[in-house]
């Protein structure tokens, strides 16, 4: 059971806006920023968003992140059927025991 | 450019071990943690371990430690996950990832199925 919380399908016709949730954030032994990684089949993960919604170069603007308290949300607008993939949040818990934390993911279909 | 390259798959029998590399290139090897990072059929990612490639310290998951071992070549740039007593919940894709507290470059994965 993975410690972050996310929904595990999203779907969206081409060209629409979807938006993909991430709870259970928690800053108590961490630096409470969140990630998100976009995984194609046959392909190496790519990253989209780091530091809750700083895009990495070469990312496009049609990938947005956000976070309030303990939840974070990433946003692909204008969809593209190259946009279908699982989708994964993360962050960093401090203790070397725990490290990296991560989300269920999240299967997107663009119908 | 960053290249993070892995070995091929493996197939193992419950009780083996395996070793899986993640040879960088495009970089300062010294400069990055490296980490492993798990995905199982059907399950999400999973955290395994990081490496300071200038000082060889290491950390692991706690459900790992004793039975993992990552270390690290630096005449290679290259980063190993040992996995030692294998058993059939080890069957997953293993990635090599560059970073602090985030990834920012992933390997391509190496499949490691373990079957009687």
């Known amino acids: 059971q993975s410690v972050l919380t996310q929904p595990p399908a999203v779907s969206a016709a081409p060209g629409q806006k979807v938006a993909i949730s991430c709870s259970g954030i928690s800053s108590t032994n961490g630096n409470n920023y969140v990630s998100w990684y976009q995984f194609v089949p046959g392909s190496a993960p790519k990253l989209l968003i780091y530091d809750n919604n700083q895009r990495p170069s070469g990312i496009p603007d049609r990938f947005s992140g956000s976070k309030s308290g303990t939840s974070a949300t990433l946003v692909i607008a204008g969809l593209q059927t190259g946009d279908e993939a699982d989708y994964y949040c993360g962050t960093w818990d401090n203790s070397l025991t725990t490290g990296g934390v991560f989300g269920g993911g999240t299967r997107l279909t663009v119908l | 450019q960053v290249h993070l390259l892995q070995s091929g798959a493996e197939v193992k029998k419950p009780g083996a071990s395996v070793k899986v590399s993640c040879k960088a290139s495009?970089?300062?090897?010294?400069?990055?943690?490296l980490h492993w990072v798990r995905q199982a059929p059907g399950h999400g990612l999973e955290w395994v371990a990081i490496?300071?490639?200038?000082?060889?310290?290491?950390g692991y998951a706690q459900k790992w430690q004793g039975r993992v071992s990552m270390t690290r070549d630096t005449s290679t740039s290259t980063v190993f996950l040992e996995l030692n007593n294998l058993r059939s919940e080890d069957t997953a894709v293993y990635y090599c990832?560059?970073?602090?507290?985030?990834?920012?470059?992933w390997g391509q994965g190496t499949p490691v199925t373990v079957s009687s």
């Open positions: 495009g970089y300062n090897f010294p400069s990055y943690y």
């Open positions: 490496i300071n490639p200038s000082g060889g310290y290491t």
């Open positions: 990832a560059r970073g602090n507290y985030y990834y920012d470059y």
